[in-house]
């Protein structure tokens, strides 16, 4: 019953709204009136029934750190968006203002795919929990912590920057999950049709990290390490055309949009190993997250 006030309200003002403008086309109004002066009262209801579509959209976002946007301020005030470091500038929070979508942000940093379907995150219930019959978009970003990739860039840089207690990585673990993770996101995407049939699913890909060639200062890894971690980002995002391609769902193809941006680059979109004060290593920066958020408002059309 909340979701049909909300959608009636939006369709209420956005009609509202287009009465006005046609109201002045026709009394040959001032310069308010001058950009509908050169439409039809058909194309002027095209645009209704466009703004009318968005507003007032039910919209979970589901994820991991790279939706979440830890670090980036301001802090939401959602549910558990402390723990989960949730940011109200991360990419559905961006998407959901510009569309004026009801947005349910439940990604959290650290997620699995387990977290999504069948396991709590501290005090975070599964996050599929928050989908339901009246969701109509999802946003989806996970699988990196499945399979170990933001963990062994950090743990590779720092052991080669003199860290201690920095840990081990098994590359031989990392290559047996990346195997698995297209059909765990694929599980995701099932469950996420099962518990809204109507809803538009938007699988959104992980920001590129490093260059395609060659590395930098602030990135410390070895020629080795840097050709094993391009090596799971392109399975990863392998991983996800694939899951796109057999459930039906929207490829939102943001590891490739990222190119050029990675943590060298001169305009980068996610951080350095050691970035400055108060950012969270290789993760989205304010640009990421803005170019994110623009990638998906150009999906949804």
Request: with cysteine.
């Amino acid at each position: 019953m909340a979701t049909n006030t909300r959608r009636r309200n939006a369709l209420t003002a956005c009609a509202a709204l287009i009465i006005g403008a046609l109201t002045l086309t026709a009394c040959g109004g001032g310069t308010a009136a001058d950009g509908a002066a050169g439409q039809s009262k058909e194309q002027v209801s095209l645009a209704a029934d466009s703004v009318a579509s968005a507003a007032g959209l039910d919209y979970v976002a589901l994820g991991s750190s790279f939706a979440a946007g830890p670090s980036i301020p301001p802090l939401q005030s959602s549910s558990g968006a402390a723990a989960c470091m949730r940011s109200s500038d991360n990419y559905a929070s961006i998407v959901a203002r510009d569309i004026g979508a009801n947005l349910t942000d439940v990604t959290c940093s650290g997620a699995t795919t387990a977290n999504i379907l069948t396991t709590d995150q501290g005090a975070q219930p599964p996050q599929i929990n928050a989908v339901n019959s009246g969701t109509d978009l999802v946003t989806i970003t996970i699988g990196g912590n499945d399979v170990n990739y933001l963990g062994s860039m950090v743990t590779y840089s720092c052991q080669n920057s003199g860290g201690t207690n920095c840990g081990t990585v098994d590359q031989g673990a990392m290559n047996t999950a990346l195997g698995q993770v297209g059909q765990k996101i694929e599980n995701v995407v099932n469950a996420v049709k099962a518990r809204a049939p109507q809803a538009r699913i938007l699988l959104v890909s992980y920001s590129t990290l490093l260059p395609d060639t060659g590395g930098c200062d602030g990135v410390p890894l070895t020629a080795d390490q840097r050709i094993y971690e391009r090596t799971v980002a392109v399975r990863l995002a392998q991983a996800y055309i694939d899951t796109a391609t057999r459930t039906g769902a929207t490829l939102v193809r943001f590891a490739t949009a990222s190119h050029g941006h990675d943590a060298c680059a001169t305009d980068p979109w996610v951080e350095k190993y050691k970035p400055a004060s108060g950012r969270t290593t290789y993760h989205p920066n304010e640009a990421g997250m803005r170019a994110a958020a623009a990638l998906v408002k150009s999906t949804l059309g």
